[in-house]
């Protein structure tokens, strides 16, 4: 468990960190259309995304109420691999807290709370919209 611990640290903050970069170099929808257009551009974010609703469909099945269900399905979906990397993490805690095993994050359903995947979810679509400044408001 300590390994995937600092797996998952390790995305979270190299995740934060490239995105900090990044936000600083360029506005999030300021790509250029010849990279935007690219068939590799293309075939990468596909494939991202597919992952993450693969990774999502897992979530889904642990979640208990719809609701977090749908707010886990948005986090995702806005935070990429950082929101991976904090629902793993918090799994792991959960199962340190309950002093379990291994077995307990890919095996225990949880009952649906919706306050974190609400809150990451009003902060990812404040980034979005903040990374969207110079399309929507011109």
């Given at each position: 468990m300590t390994?995937?611990?600092?797996?998952?640290?390790?995305v979270l903050v190299a995740m934060l960190g490239v995105?900090?970069?990044?936000?600083?170099?360029?506005?999030l929808f300021d790509i250029p259309r010849e990279v935007f257009t690219h068939p590799w551009f293309i075939a990468t974010l596909l494939d991202a995304y597919f992952a993450f609703v693969a990774f999502w469909v897992w979530v889904a099945w642990k979640e208990g109420t719809l609701a977090a269900r749908v707010l886990w399905l948005v986090t995702i979906l806005l935070w990429g691999n950082p929101a991976v990397?904090?629902?793993m993490l918090l799994e792991l805690a959960r199962v340190k807290r309950a002093g379990g095993s291994l077995d307990a994050v890919f095996t225990t359903?949880?009952?649906g709370a919706i306050a974190?995947?609400?809150?990451l979810t009003v902060l990812g679509i404040a980034v979005y919209v903040l990374g969207a400044k110079n399309v929507l408001f011109p």
């Open positions: 390994t995937l611990r600092i797996w998952y640290v390790f995105i900090t970069w990044a936000s600083s170099r360029c506005a990397a904090g629902y359903k949880r009952p974190l995947p609400g809150v």
